[in-house]
Nanobody
Framework: QVQLVESGGGLVQAGGSLRLSCAAS????????MGWFRQAPGKEREFVAA????????NYADSVKGRFTISRDNAKNMVYLQMNRLKPEDTAVYYC?????????????????WGQGTQVTVSS
């Protein structure tokens, strides 16, 4: 059983930056593909980014490519999401998730463990 705790959310103006962190415990962190998802009010949860166990492979949603960067530190059991050039449409609750499979899947149903989420609000 893996526990995930997100942090780093907040209120930021459009064009600004935030760095989200996700602390993992209770499992062998290096065995998991890690992903970030987000959910805005009234919308379905959507894929943001994923990173392989080694950190060498990544996958991004088209809406965040070139602005967001996912990374991980296996020594610290941490995964990060650096968000730059934020837009009001990035406003959502952001969730960290862990997948026991190798594929960097964008489907939420494929992920086995989830954090509680952290709110990101981007003002215009």
């Amino acid at each position: 059983q893996v526990q995930l705790v997100e942090s780093g959310g907040g209120l930021v103006q459009a064009g600004g930056s935030l760095r989200l962190s996700c602390a993992a415990s209770g499992g062998t962190f290096i065995r998991y593909t890690m992903g970030w998802f987000r959910q805005a009010p009234g919308k379905e949860r959507e894929f943001v980014a994923a990173v392989s166990w080694s950190g060498g492979n990544t996958n991004y949603a088209d809406s965040v490519k070139g602005r967001f960067t996912i990374s991980r530190d296996n020594a610290k059991n941490m995964v990060y999401l650096q968000m730059n050039r934020l837009k009001p449409e990035d406003t959502a609750v952001y969730y960290c998730a862990a997948d026991r499979r190798i594929a960097l899947t964008p489907w939420a149903s494929a992920y086995d463990y989830w954090g509680q989420g952290t709110q990101v609000t981007v003002s215009s």
